[in-house]
């Protein structure tokens, strides 16, 4: 198979799933083709209407969240039992077509938590870099608003996952 390749990675050459990268789109997800090009700039699809960058922040936050609550890999894995041949994933088919229904869903429930937890310590990396280190986001320009719980960008990712209902302003000392 042909490989396309891009800064510090390759991919099979092909159409691609609009969430997961390495996943081709047909039965994977019901997500529309598109073919890769890491030098277009898509809209996030959570892009707040408002251009203030606390609202941003929410947008990114709750983007994760939502990631957080499907997994495709998680799908493949409990309703197909298998991953296509042409995945990199295929190495793991023979553990799980050997697993009954219920322990494919119990693995599927187990690939999701781990999903949920890498986010969780993507955002722990960042808090501390954000605290001891100097680094800050923007959003055009403005400086971003970050750690509105006050527990970390991994405490509102937390928080959001638990129905933590964000601040109508940002300010976490004003409801």
């Not at 939502?66 to 295929?90: A, I, K, N, P």
């Not at 310590?121 to 608003?145: C, I, K, N, R, Y």
Request: aromatic residues 8%.
């Amino acid at each position: 198979m042909s490989r396309v390749r891009g800064p510090g990675f390759s991919l099979p050459r092909g159409p691609w799933c609009e969430r997961s990268l390495g996943l081709p789109r047909c039965e994977d997800c019901a997500c529309t083709t598109m073919a890769y090009n890491p030098f277009v700039r898509r809209k996030a699809p959570g892009m707040p209407t408002s251009r203030r960058p606390v609202d941003a922040y929410k947008a990114i936050v709750d983007q994760l969240v939502h990631e957080t609550t499907r997994s495709v890999t998680q799908r493949v894995v409990t309703e197909r039992g298998y991953f296509l041949e042409t995945s990199d994933h295929d190495v793991y088919n023979p553990l799980v077509r050997s697993l009954t229904p219920e322990q494919r869903r119990l693995l599927g429930d187990m690939l999701q938590q781990e999903r949920g937890d890498a986010i969780h310590d993507v955002l722990v990396v960042l808090t501390d870099w954000m605290s001891s280190d100097g680094l800050a986001f923007t959003f055009q320009g403005e400086p971003m608003l970050v750690d509105i719980s006050g527990m970390g960008l991994h405490g509102d990712f937390v928080g959001r996952l638990q129905g933590w209902e964000w601040p109508n302003n940002g300010d976490p000392t004003k409801p």
